[in-house]
């Protein structure tokens, strides 16, 4: 596959998708070979994709863009198992996240924390309000990484603990364990107290 269409500059994440019917023609003529329409395929998505593997990453804008390449770049080699069984947005989406969690996988396991921390960092969060997301981007992405993936996955793009799990290779206990101890340690990072 010739990377020409890689090369482009990321759509913003304010660009929308167009209608999957669209998608589904793009996606024809694309497995067919059809580098203007994977082209096409990329503008629309890029964005979205772009986001989930951003935040995965730890707000690295550089790592962010190269996990984007790569999904993208599967995505051709893979384009001919898409069975139209589902939407290809989340296909393309699912496939991202699954690269960015593989780049996850294969860094150092992160040092084991005990129960009582994970206890006490289990409290719920309040929302936040727009003024406060710099400081919650900043705070997501100074998370330990396997905390800050569980922590996306299920709160961000709504992914069951059980999915988690198989994706991370952790129990689901460790799975919940995780997003109480990232919700915990953006709680003290953002200089809430309890009341």
Known sequence: MSTACLAM??????????PESDDVELVRRAAAGEMR???????????RVHGAVWRLSGMNEARAEELTQEAFVRAWQKLDSFRF??????????????VALMELRSRDPEDTVEDGVLEAASEPVRPFCAGERGDLE????ALPPRARAVLVL???????HEEIGRELGMAVGSSKAQLHRARGLLK????ETDD
Do not use: C
């Open 9 to 18: 500059p990321l759509p913003t994440m304010n660009q929308v998708a167009r």
């Open 37 to 47: 329409a994977f082209e096409a395929l990329y503008r629309r998505h890029a964005g």
């Open 85 to 98: 069984e589902s939407a290809f947005t989340t296909w393309l989406h699912r496939l991202a996240v699954n």
């Open 138 to 141: 900043r705070a997501v992405a």
């Open 154 to 160: 299920h709160d961000i793009e709504g992914w069951k």
């Open 188 to 191: 003290r990072a953002l200089g």
